[in-house]
C-alpha cells in the first residue's frame, strides 16, 4: 500500500494526504492507496502546490506504518529526529 | 572586524525585502515549488526531512558578541531554541517555518548578517583559519584575504551561475587548520626565500562522490594580485567546467581530467590577459579593507600569568582545560581559547539560544567582543587573557562549554545525518554520540592524543569522513543503516585521502570497530606519535586485522 507524504508550505512539517482529502499529520489517518492508483493521486496531490511542498509516494503497511526500503526514514519523519526526543511529532505524544 | 558599509547593508535589505515578495507569491500560490525552489536555495533555505532548514554565513568564522547574541534570540523566537555550526563556519537552524523567514532574515540583517552565498552555484562564503589575527603562527592577518575575496565574489555577474557550487579557503599558517587542500581553490600565504610574501595557489581539492587532494598550481602569487589569478581561474573553469552532468561539474574534475599542468596553463594564459585590467584592488583599497582588521586594544602584559598558575595548580580539570582547549596567542599575556561543542554524548554542533547567549557575554567581557566557529564545528574565544582564564572556564562550565577534548577522540566531526537531511543514508550523529561515550573519560582521551574521528550520512561528505584519520560513512544496505571505515586520512597540512578499511560494518560493530582501531594505535604506539603517524608508519596491514578477525 501507499500513502502520500509532503511538507506542509508554510513551515515545513511533514504531513500526509488523509482520507478526508485534507493534509493530517498522523499517518495512521493517511488514505492509502493500492499501487496502481498511487500515481494518479500523487498528482492529485501536488496540483495542489499553495498548500505543501515536495509530495512523494510511501510504502506503508496495512496497519498503516512506515514500510519497505525507507523505513528508517520514514519512521525518523513521521516522529522527528531520534537524536531529540524532544522535538518533532514524537514531542507531542 | 569587518563592518558592513552602506553598500553592503543596503545590498542585504534589499535581498531580505526581494526574498519576501517571493515567500509571499509562493504562499499566495503564484510561484510553484519548481519556480521557488531555486530561489529560496539563494536564501540559504533548503527543505528537510522535518522542516525548512536555514543556513547563515559566517564568513569566514568571524562574529562578534552582538551577532552571537542575535544567533541566539532568533534561535529561541524562530526556531526550537537551538542552532547547529557546521564544517563550513555556518550555523544552520532547523525548523524556521517558511513564513517567518523574511523576518528572520530581517533580524539578522540588523546585526549584518545573511544567508547570502550558502548554496546554489556560486562562490560560496569563503573559510579560513579560526586562529587569524591571534596566532603566532601567521604570516599576516588572512581574513582581510577573505574580505576582498568576499567583496569580489558576491553576486559577481559572471560567476553566480558556475558549472557547480565553489568554494575558496584561505590559511596564513603552516599548521593548516582550513581544510584548504580539499578546497576548489585553496590559498595559503607565505613568504618566500626572497622576504615576499604571496600565495601557494592550490586547486582542484574537494570531498563528496569523487574526492581529491588539491594540486598546487602556482607556487608563488605575489599578494597583489589575487583578485586577478582568482579571475583567471574562475573564468578557465566556468568555461571548461561539465554542465551535462552534476556529478563531473566540480572544478576538482576538471583540473584531475585534463592534468593540474595542462590546467595551470590555461589560467597563466587567462591570466597574462587580464592582470593587468583592474580588477585587483588598488593600494588605498587594500588599506582601508585592512583597517577593518587593525588589531584589538590589546594590553601590554607579562608573558606568565601568576593567576593562571595558581588556579591550575589548584583546580585540576581547569588545568586540563588548559592544556587541551588552549593554545598559544601571538600577544604576551594572552591566550586563544577553544569552546568545545562536543560534550561527551552530545550532538557535534550543536547549541542552544542560552549557550549562544553566554558566549556572547563571555566573549563580550573577556575577548575583545569576538568569537570564530571552526571547520571542526567548534567555537573560539580568539583574544583572552591569561589572568581572565579562570573566570573564562567557570562561566563557560556553567553553560555546559567546558568539554576538555579539542583534537581529541571525541572532538568528532558529524554531518546532520539521517536524523535530519533528506539525502542522508543514514544517520551520523548517533555514532559520534555512542564513540563519544565510549571514549568518555577526558584522561585517557588526552592521553591518546590527537584521533580526528569525522562521519558523514552519504557520500557528499558533508562530515569530511574522506579526511578523518578514522572516516566513517554512512551507507545504505537494502534499507538497512552500514558504515564504512575509512583510515588514514588527514585534512590539515599533510593532507590524504582516507583508505577503505574493508566491509562495511553494522551500526552496532562500528563503536567496537572504532575501538579495535584504538587498541592497535595504544599497542603500537612511538614516542607519542598520533594515531596517524602510527597507521602512517605501519601501514593499513594491522589495523584491517583487528577490525576484521573474527568479527
Ligand atoms: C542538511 C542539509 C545539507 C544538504 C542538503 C547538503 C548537501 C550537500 C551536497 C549535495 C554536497 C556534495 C556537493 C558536491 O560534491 O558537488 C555537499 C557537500 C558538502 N557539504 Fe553539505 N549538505 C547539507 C548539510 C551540510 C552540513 C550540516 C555541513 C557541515 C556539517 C555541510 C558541509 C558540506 C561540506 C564540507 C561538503 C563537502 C565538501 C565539498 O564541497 O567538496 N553540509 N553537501
Ligand atoms: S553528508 Fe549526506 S547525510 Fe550528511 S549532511 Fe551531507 S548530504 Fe546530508
Redesign the interface.
Known amino acids: 500500500m501507499k500513502a502520500i507524504t509532503a ?1 506542509r ?6 504531513v500526509y494526504l488523509g482520507a478526508d482529502d485534507g493534509w493530517t499529520s498522523d499517518l495512521a489517518k493517511a488514505a492509502r492507496f493500492e499501487d496502481e492508483d498511487a500515481k494518479a493521486a500523487l498528482a492529485g496531490a501536488e496540483a495542489r ?2 498548500e505543501i ?2 509530495a512523494y509516494l510511501i510504502e506503508v503497511s496495512d496497519a498503516g506504518a512506515p514500510a ?6 520514514e519512521t ?2 513521521k516522529d ?5 526526543l524532544d ?2 511529532y514524537q514531542a507531542e505524544a | 572586524m569587518y563592518r558592513y558599509d552602506e553598500f553592503d547593508a543596503t545590498m542585504v535589505a534589499e535581498r531580505v525585502a526581494q526574498f519576501r515578495g517571493q515567500v509571499a507569491r509562493r504562499l499566495s500560490g503564484d510561484l510553484t515549488e519548481d519556480q521557488f525552489k531555486p530561489l529560496r536555495l539563494m536564501n540559504g533555505l533548503y527543505l528537510q526531512l522535518h522542516a525548512y532548514m536555514l543556513r547563515v554565513a559566517v564568513p569566514y568564522g568571524a562574529m562578534s558578541s552582538k551577532q552571537m547574541r542575535r544567533l541566539g534570540e532568533v534561535a529561541r523566537k524562530y526556531d526550537r531554541g537551538y542552532g547547529h555550526f557546521t564544517t563550513r563556519q555556518n550555523i544552520q537552524y532547523n525548523w524556521p517555518a517558511l513564513v517567518d523567514v523574511p523576518d528572520l532574515l530581517d533580524e539578522l540583517a540588523d546585526v549584518e548578517m545573511h544567508a547570502i552565498q550558502t548554496s546554489g552555484n556560486c562562490i560560496r562564503n569563503v573559510t579560513s583559519d579560526q586562529y587569524a589575527g591571534a596566532t603566532a603562527e601567521e604570516i599576516e592577518d588572512p581574513r582581510p584575504y577573505c574580505e576582498m575575496i568576499r567583496q569580489w565574489s558576491t553576486f559577481h555577474p559572471e560567476f553566480s551561475f558556475l558549472p557547480r557550487k565553489f568554494k575558496i579557503a584561505v590559511t596564513a599558517a603552516p599548521h593548516d587548520r582550513a581544510a584548504v587542500k580539499v578546497h576548489d581553490i585553496g590559498l595559503i600565504l607565505y613568504k618566500n626565500d626572497e622576504g615576499e610574501t604571496g600565495f601557494e595557489v592550490i586547486v582542484g581539492g574537494g570531498l563528496g562522490r569523487t574526492p581529491y587532494v588539491g594540486h598546487t598550481i602556482r607556487k608563488f602569487l605575489p599578494k597583489e594580485y589575487l583578485l586577478s589569478y582568482l579571475e583567471a581561474i574562475l573564468r578557465v573553469y566556468n568555461l571548461e567546467g561539465r554542465r551535462d552532468n552534476m556529478y563531473k561539474a566540480r572544478i576538482k574534475i576538471l583540473v584531475n581530467s585534463e592534468g593540474a599542468d595542462k590546467f595551470a596553463e590555461a589560467v597563466e594564459a587567462e591570466w597574462a590577459q587580464i592582470k593587468d585590467n583592474g580588477i585587483d584592488l588598488p593600494r588605498e583599497e587594500i588599506a582601508r579593507i585592512n583597517d577593518y582588521f587593525a588589531p584589538p586594544a590589546f594590553e601590554t602584559l607579562s608573558a606568565e600569568s601568576a593567576a593562571l598558575e595558581e588556579k591550575k595548580a589548584a583546580d585540576k580539570d581547569f588545568a586540563r582545560w588548559v592544556r587541551a582547549n588552549t593554545v598559544a596567542h601571538k600577544i604576551p599575556g594572552y591566550a586563544i581559547a577553544n569552546i568545545s561543542l562536543k560534550p561527551i554524548g552530545g550532538i557535534p554542533g550543536d547549541i542552544s539560544d542560552v549557550q549562544m547567549e553566554a558566549v556572547a557575554d563571555i566573549a563580550e567581557k573577556y575577548s575583545l567582543d569576538e568569537i570564530r566557529a571552526t571547520h571542526e564545528q567548534n567555537l573560539v574565544l580568539p583574544h583572552v587573557k591569561k589572568d581572565d582564564l579562570y573566570a573564562v572556564y567557570k562561566a563557560l562550565k556553567e553553560a555546559d562549554l567546558a568539554t576538555a577534548n579539542i583534537g581529541m577522540v571525541s572532538d568528532i566531526i558529524a554531518c546532520p545525518g539521517l536524523d535530519y537531511c533528506s539525502l542522508a543514508n543514514a544517520r551520523s550523529i548517533p555514532i559520534a554520540q555512542r564513540i563519544s561515550e565510549r571514549f568518555a573519560d577526558l584522561g585517557q582521551q588526552e592521553e591518546l592524543g590527537e584521533i580526528k574521528i569525522k562521519i558523514s550520512g552519504c557520500i557528499n561528505a558533508c562530515g569530511h569522513h574522506h579526511v578523518g584519520h578514522i572516516g566513517i560513512l554512512g551507507v545504505d544496505k537494502k534499507g538497512e543503516e552500514f558504515y564504512q571505515v575509512t583510515l588514514g586520512g588527514s585534512g590539515a597540512e599533510d593532507a590524504s585521502l582516507g583508505e577503505i578499511a574493508g566491509r562495511g560494518l553494522s551500526s552496532d560493530q562500528v563503536v567496537d570497530a572504532v575501538e579495535k582501531l584504538v587498541g592497535v594505535y595504544r599497542q603500537h604506539r612511538q614516542d607519542n606519535e598520533r594515531f596517524l603517524d602510527t597507521y602512517r608508519r605501519l601501514g593499513a596491514d594491522p589495523f584491517k586485522e583487528a577490525l576484521y578477525e573474527a568479527a
Do not use: C, K, Q, S
Open positions: 511538507n508550505l508554510e513551515d515545513g512539517v511533514v502546490a499553495g511542498a515536495g519497505g526500503r525507507e523505513t528508517l526514514r525518523i519523519r522527528g529526529p531520534t537524536v531529540r522535538l518533532g
